[in-house]
């Protein structure tokens, strides 16, 4: 297979770790060096692709292939325009063949929202979900109960009961009191996680569920049926149960996000690639137009990353790819690009807090050009660095909170910025 070098990549969320998975299986070199993960630890584990549109429309989208050629067509700068929909479809397509080989697959298409319920009781609209959700889709109304655990802070299974019931869903709830819990001083999503592929615990939770399920028609749990073996765990619960099982997003951590996390490492690593956390990315060499070195902060002095190419993947505000001061000034934090930002910091957020628009700082971010590569601020659109890429929700012009895009902006732009590199 052909080579096209080697590649650094600045951030292990899903823009980068998609990046650095497709990069290595085309032959090239990879390191993936990052501060931390991503944000797939404190996201649901699905694909929100476009869940609002245009962002002031109180109904969720039903259909994102047929809403996204309008999204498109009114925001030619939007990370999908610049993707396209044939590339966001092959990113997703890449994606589910990935989790699929994992035995975790992802349900879903770009032609159906999923409704999936949310940690407190809403609806929220997705276009891909893991197995182990999809039994619990709002489009149905069929009866639930709803299962919470006392020694599991963070998910009331109260509150997404009492909410549903009130969108006329059916809904009961239980918050079970476990021996095996009881013994532990302390429990999270990850240890609760890891308990649930244990068998005589299943057993434990199936016997105090088992008379209370005679008059659901379907049961759901928090994010924690198993770390490793989800699929497993959820069949042998409704196997004992009778009814179909579904997981419902909690508070972070996310355990279906560390899921989706693991798969990707993994193709990265298989295919010969090398992911570094804890490796925060400060500064940069430059020479002739090109990125020479990229520097790591290291234990007694930074360390120097020469690669061919370079691909920046730090997320917006929100991820710390972009940071602001008093003074309203916002700046790229590894390279110092220029970055697209209202004017003036009392242009930043609009008078409601709950603006169904959002706020237009969120809207911040890189310009790139068809390359994917970032562009200077005076109008040009000439890159500022031949061999620098960008991806992820580091551009700019989009929305993802509001617009329900985060993660299928990461992965498409991860895709194509990659797509653009091999084509150079």
């Given at each position: 297979?052909?080579?096209?070098?080697?590649?650094?990549?600045?951030?292990?969320?899903?823009?980068?770790?998609?990046?650095?998975?497709?990069?290595?299986?085309?032959?090239?070199?990879?390191?993936?060096?990052?501060?931390?993960?991503?944000?797939?630890?404190?996201?649901?584990?699905?694909?929100?692709?476009?869940?609002?549109?245009?962002?002031?429309?109180?109904?969720?989208?039903?259909?994102?292939?047929?809403?996204?050629?309008?999204?498109?067509?009114?925001?030619?700068?939007?990370?999908?325009?610049?993707?396209?929909?044939?590339?966001?479809?092959?990113?997703?397509?890449?994606?589910?063949?990935?989790?699929?080989?994992?035995?975790?697959?992802?349900?879903?298409?770009?032609?159906?929202?999923?409704?999936?319920?949310?940690?407190?009781?809403?609806?929220?609209?997705?276009?891909?979900?893991?197995?182990?959700?999809?039994?619990?889709?709002?489009?149905?109304?069929?009866?639930?109960?709803?299962?919470?655990?006392?020694?599991?802070?963070?998910?009331?299974?109260?509150?997404?009961?009492?909410?549903?019931?009130?969108?006329?869903?059916?809904?009961?709830?239980?918050?079970?009191?476990?021996?095996?819990?009881?013994?532990?001083?302390?429990?999270?999503?990850?240890?609760?996680?890891?308990?649930?592929?244990?068998?005589?615990?299943?057993?434990?939770?199936?016997?105090?569920?088992?008379?209370?399920?005679?008059?659901?028609?379907?049961?759901?749990?928090?994010?924690?049926?198993?770390?490793?073996?989800?699929?497993?765990?959820?069949?042998?619960?409704?196997?004992?149960?009778?009814?179909?099982?579904?997981?419902?997003?909690?508070?972070?951590?996310?355990?279906?996000?560390?899921?989706?996390?693991?798969?990707?490492?993994?193709?990265?690593?298989?295919?010969?690639?090398?992911?570094?956390?804890?490796?925060?990315?400060?500064?940069?060499?430059?020479?002739?137009?090109?990125?020479?070195?990229?520097?790591?902060?290291?234990?007694?002095?930074?360390r120097a990353h020469r690669y061919d190419h370079y691909l920046l993947a730090t997320g917006g505000?929100?991820?710390?790819?972009?940071?602001?001061?008093?003074?309203?000034?916002?700046?790229?934090?590894?390279?110092?690009?220029?970055?697209?930002?209202?004017?003036?910091?009392?242009?930043?957020?609009?008078?409601?807090?709950?603006?169904?628009?959002?706020?237009?700082?969120?809207?911040?971010?890189?310009?790139?050009?068809?390359?994917?590569?970032?562009?200077?601020?005076?109008?040009?659109?000439?890159?500022?660095?031949?061999?620098?890429?960008?991806?992820?929700?580091?551009?700019?012009?989009?929305?993802?909170?509001?617009?329900?895009?985060?993660?299928?902006?990461?992965?498409?732009?991860?895709?194509?910025?990659?797509?653009?590199?091999?084509?150079?």
């Open positions: 297979m052909k080579s096209h070098g080697d590649l650094l990549i600045i951030g292990a969320g899903l823009a980068g770790l998609m990046a650095g998975w497709q990069a290595a299986a085309q032959g090239m070199k990879v390191r993936v060096v990052a501060k931390g993960w991503g944000a797939t630890h404190w996201l649901s584990g699905c694909v929100d692709v476009l869940g609002y549109y245009p962002l002031d429309n109180a109904r969720p989208v039903t259909n994102p292939a047929g809403t996204l050629p309008h999204l498109i067509a009114a925001q030619p700068q939007h990370p999908y325009a610049l993707v396209g929909p044939q590339k966001l479809a092959a990113a997703l397509a890449a994606l589910q063949t990935l989790c699929a080989e994992a035995d975790y697959p992802l349900h879903g298409s770009l032609d159906h929202n999923w409704l999936l319920p949310s940690a407190v009781g809403t609806f929220r609209p997705t276009c891909l979900a893991p197995e182990t959700m999809i039994a619990g889709d709002l489009s149905h109304p069929a009866s639930m109960l709803i299962v919470g655990f006392r020694q599991l802070r963070d998910f009331y299974p109260n509150l997404v009961a009492d909410n549903l019931s009130q969108q006329g869903i059916p809904a009961g709830y239980v918050t079970l009191d476990l021996p095996s819990l009881q013994k532990r001083g302390f429990n999270t999503p990850v240890t609760l996680a890891r308990m649930f592929e244990d068998t005589l615990f299943r057993s434990e939770v199936v016997a105090k569920l088992q008379p209370l399920v005679r008059d659901v028609e379907r049961v759901g749990f928090p994010a924690v049926l198993g770390l490793h073996d989800a699929r497993t765990v959820k069949e042998a619960l409704e196997a004992r149960l009778r009814r179909p099982v579904f997981e419902i997003p909690s508070l972070t951590p996310s355990i279906a996000g560390i899921r989706l996390h693991n798969i990707l490492l993994a193709a990265i690593k298989q295919h010969g690639g090398q992911v570094f956390d804890g490796m925060e990315a400060l500064a940069a060499d430059s020479d002739a137009g090109r990125i020479t070195a990229v520097y790591t902060e290291a234990s007694a002095r930074r505000i929100l991820g710390g790819g972009l940071r602001t001061d008093y003074q309203g000034q916002i700046r790229e934090v590894v390279f110092d690009l220029p970055v697209s930002a209202p004017a003036g910091r009392l242009n930043w957020f609009r008078r409601d807090f709950m603006d169904r628009e959002g706020h237009p700082i969120y809207q911040s971010g890189l310009q790139v050009d068809a390359q994917f590569r970032p562009v200077a601020a005076n109008g040009t659109h000439q890159a500022v660095y031949q061999n620098l890429y960008a991806a992820g929700t580091t551009l700019a012009h989009c929305e993802v909170i509001r617009e329900r895009s985060f993660e299928g902006v990461a992965l498409a732009t991860g895709y194509a910025a990659i797509e653009a590199l091999r084509s150079a």
